[in-house]
């Protein structure tokens, strides 16, 4: 790998949901620690953060509410207060992070493989990534058993990322350097992903929103637009291909296209006009989630220069029938559900990306 570009700073794991055992330390022998007048009146995991900095306090926390800590032999509690000459003995816990990713079998939807890459469609409710919450089941280890050579390569490959309930395609590569020259095309926008989405209410035919976007100021989990000085710069393009109701409101079916990868892109993005995502449970209107288990979100089209021949190729993915029916639903012909091909002129504006693509 080039050291201009390693593959590891594509990927911003800035999610608001990363696991708080992720130090990923390797000395896990028992401690035995004499405390000092210096800690009188502080609280244990406060004490024990300072004394063993290479673990979180997050992490720390647990192992004492676990019962791997002890003070004068006696099992500790985190907000118990040092009065000085305390013997501490901790027994550190790997963390699911710390182990290697185990490979597991599962059926992938593959729409081309060689080997420089995969081209596959993710369907709504696989999570890609292992993370807190899902350290298995995960796209990555069904990778590994698929691949047993992804092993080698970082994050077995993925260089870009599908929210859990969003289906659609992926590219992996299967090599270091075939990585590499995919990160390289999404910071240059010759790699193009395109979507389709079911928004409630009715948007103008067409148009471009280009609003920054960053953390939401009081909700971590979200994104949203912004100003602030964090704000990273945010384009899509949409246009409306159909329109119908569900349940006597409006919505629309809008093809999207990005210029730009932030983390629920195309969510927040539309949502700021709006039209919120039918059945989106993080951005949409509440009472409205019912109507469907999932954001209506499909990563419809993937076009990209083969790392292997130069050439560029591109891929389509089906409607998956969650989809389909929901179309049905509201009346709109599935038949009117279709991304146009793509040429392989990188986007005019380029800009960079985080590697979730349009969500997480």
Known sequence: MTPDLPAEEAFDDDHGQAAADDDGSSGLEPLSLRLGDEVIGQRLDKVLSGLMPEFSRNRIQQWIEDGHVTVDGAPAKAKMTMLGDELVEVAPQSAPADQPYAPEAMALEILHEDKFIIVLDKPAGLVVHPAAGNWSGTLLNGLLHHCPALAKVPRAGIVHR????????????????????????????????????????????????NAPMARHPRDRIKMAV??????????????????????????????????????????????SLGFALVGDALYGKHHLIPVFPRQALLAGR??????????????????????????????????????????????????????????Y
């Open 162 to 209: 599908l929210d859990k309930e969003t289906s659609g395609l992926m590219v992996v590569a299967k090599t270091l350097a075939a990585q590499t020259d995919l990160v390289r095309q999404l910071q240059a926008r010759s790699m193009k992903r395109q979507y389709l989405a079911l928004v409630w209410g009715l948007p103008q035919l067409s148009g471009t929103i």
């Open 226 to 271: 912004s100003q602030s000085m964090r704000a990273k710069p945010a384009v899509t393009h949409y246009r409306r291909l159909a329109t119908g109701e569900i349940d006597r409101k409006p919505v629309s079916l809008v093809h999207c296209r990005l210029e730009t990868g932030r983390t629920h892109q195309i969510r927040v993005h539309l949502q």
């Open 302 to 359: 993937l076009g990209l220069v083969h790392p292997g021949s130069g050439k560029f190729r591109q891929w389509a993915a089906p409607l998956p029938e969650d989809i389909v029916a929901l179309l049905q639903r509201a009346g709109i012909d599935p038949a009117l559900a279709v991304i146009p091909e793509m040429d392989d002129q990188p986007d005019p504006v380029a800009g960079d990306y985080d590697d979730e693509d349009d969500d």
